[in-house]
Structures are given as C-alpha cells and as structure tokens.
C-alpha cells in the first residue's frame, strides 16, 4: 500500500520560513519523479517544485530563489523548503510521486497558512 504522509505545514508570518517534509512507502521512492502542488481555495492545483531521479529540479516562476526541494532517497522523503513566506503562499501543499506514465500517488496534503 502506497502512502505519501505530508508534515511540517503551520501558520507563519509573512517573510518567514517553513519546511514541509513527505515520507513515502511502498514505492520505491529513489525512481520517482517526485514534486509538491498546493491548492488555493477558489483555485486549481499547481506545480510548485518538482524534482527528478536524478536530481534535477524545477519550480513555478512565483516560488523561484524562495523553495527548494530536496529529496533523501536514503529516508524516502521529500522535502520542500520555503522562506520568505508571503499570504499568496496561503494553500494545501500536497506531495506527489509517479513513475514515468505509472499510477500518480497523493499525500493528504498539508495546509500552509500565511499570515500576521
């Protein structure tokens, strides 16, 4: 049974800083192209970053030089670092795994919440 189990959402003010971690099981987590979305309310979901096997990475053009997402295939976790949070960051983060055109898994999501 596939589970991608999302942590590290919260509330935090403008300019600051969260880390959201996914730990993944039954997969194997080292071939998946991995990546976080978030959903807005009112909105679609989006890609925010996503990273390949190897390693390369790529992210939406308004988290650009403020995420970073990481992977630690010795953990089997993925990890999405944000700083300089501002209230448009405000969504459901959620983890994703696929492997090449396979079944695509979700995590529950996590909610980030930007705010003073």
């Known amino acids: 049974q596939v589970q991608l189990v999302e942590s590290g959402g919260g509330l935090v003010q403008p300019g600051g800083s969260l880390r959201l971690s996914c730990a993944a099981s039954?997969?194997?987590?080292?071939?998946?192209?991995l990546g976080w979305y978030r959903q807005a309310p009112g909105k679609e979901r989006e890609l925010v970053a996503r990273?390949?096997?190897?390693?390369?990475?790529n992210y939406a053009a308004s988290v650009r030089g403020r995420f970073t997402i990481s992977r630690d295939n010795t953990k089997n976790t993925l990890y999405l670092q944000m700083n300089d949070l501002n209230p448009e960051d405000t969504a459901v983060y959620y983890c994703h795994a696929q492997y090449y055109r396979d079944t695509p898994y979700w995590g529950q999501g996590t909610q980030v919440t930007v705010s003073s």
């Open positions: 039954g997969i194997v987590f080292s071939i998946n192209d």
């Open positions: 990273i390949t096997p190897g390693g390369s990475t």
